[in-house]
């Protein structure tokens, strides 16, 4: 995990812009840092996280200094909890995503196949299978292939 940030790094990950300070001004104030610490690790990293630790000290400070909140903030944050889950939802949501369905699967495999593996080649059944046996997340525009 990146240990030194500098400014121009800290601002393009860790910067909250209008849509996400108006989606965290409508949280509790005791759980606003964490629910921004969630957001930015996931645009940051790709995923989520269970404990503050996981997150680097240096862009902790930097959204708390944004959000007028003190670092201990953190501290009783329900990460893994129901207050978690629900704000990843909320986050997922913001950011445009939910999870895969069968027909966005089916729909993946085919426009996969199609561009990547020429047909009845080993490639096209190994994409396939891997394609249905992922926990992908999409975009909620549709999935076209190009």
């Known amino acids: 995990m990146q240990q030194n940030w500098d400014g121009a790094e800290l601002a393009r990950w860790w910067s909250l812009n209008f849509d996400e300070l108006a989606l965290i001004e409508t949280k509790p104030l005791r759980t606003r840092l964490g629910f921004a610490a969630q957001m930015k690790m996931y645009r940051w990293a790709g995923r989520f996280i269970d404990h503050a630790s996981e997150i680097p000290a240096e862009p902790v400070a930097y959204l708390a200094e944004q959000l007028s909140a003190g670092l201990t903030d953190l501290d009783g944050y329900d990460w893994a909890g129901r207050t978690g889950r629900r704000h990843r939802e909320e986050i997922l949501a913001l950011l445009g995503l939910r999870r895969m369905t069968a027909d966005d699967r089916a729909e993946l495999v085919l426009a996969s196949n199609e ?8 490639q096209r059944r190994w994409l396939s299978r891997f394609v249905c046996g992922a926990g992908i997340m999409v975009s909620k525009a549709r999935l076209t292939a190009r």
């Open 115 to 122: 561009r990547f593996a020429p047909r009845q080649s080993p």
